[in-house]
């Protein structure tokens, strides 16, 4: 049997960040392969300032293009409306009833999980990971951990340890708006490029993104 992480979001854009969560997955237990699913529509999330599906998709490509264990899934992006997890993971297993799942996600998404549309159905066709950075929080991770697997008897939650990237995508995006705005390499430039594979900076800049 496979087992295979699904890494999910908007990747607006794409960043080191999302990549060493997804190593560090892959790397801490033992998975064949890791998915990134694009949202097509994000159920928890404004649409405002979404590139475009293709944009996204384009990106996450060249940012996972140099890990063969890295693949990149449509599967959110071509289901019209808005995006649920319960419903992907239902997909998921009716399409791959021999595949294990491991649904990957950030501790922040840990605290409110029990409030998401159906959650124990996630947990009937998934385990969870779940990103601690540098150990931050380990402890509240843990407790909410314990809460969550009382709620729902079946479930699985595990940590993953990984580094602590200080960047988040809307940091990004405000730096990015501020090179496209200026039309020039500048501080904001130097900032992106900390965080952003060459090839994904190279692409959003040709085609005036952000």
Known sequence: MKNIGIM???????HIGHIEIARAAYEQYQ???????????????????IVSCEHRLNMISLAIKDYDYFKLSDLEITREGKTYSYQTFTLLKQQYPDIKFYFIMG???LFYFDK??????ILENAD???????NNGIEQINERISIL??????????????????CSSSELRNHLHLINENNEENDAALFVKQY???SVYEYIINNSLY
């Not at 998401?116 to 159905?121: D, G, K, R």
């Not at 697997?149 to 200080?166: G, R």
């Open 8 to 14: 999910g979001g908007t990747f607006n854009p794409i």
């Open 31 to 49: 998975l064949d392969e890791i998915w990134f699913m694009p949202n097509h529509i994000p159920a928890y999330k404004s649409n405002e300032g």
């Open 107 to 109: 501790a922040d998404s």
């Open 116 to 121: 998401w549309i159906h959650p124990e159905i």
């Open 128 to 134: 969870v990971l779940v990103a601690s950075r540098n």
């Open 149 to 166: 697997e009382d709620m729902y008897p079946e479930s699985h939650f595990y940590v993953i340890k990984c580094d602590n990237t200080d």
């Open 196 to 198: 952003i594979p060459a």
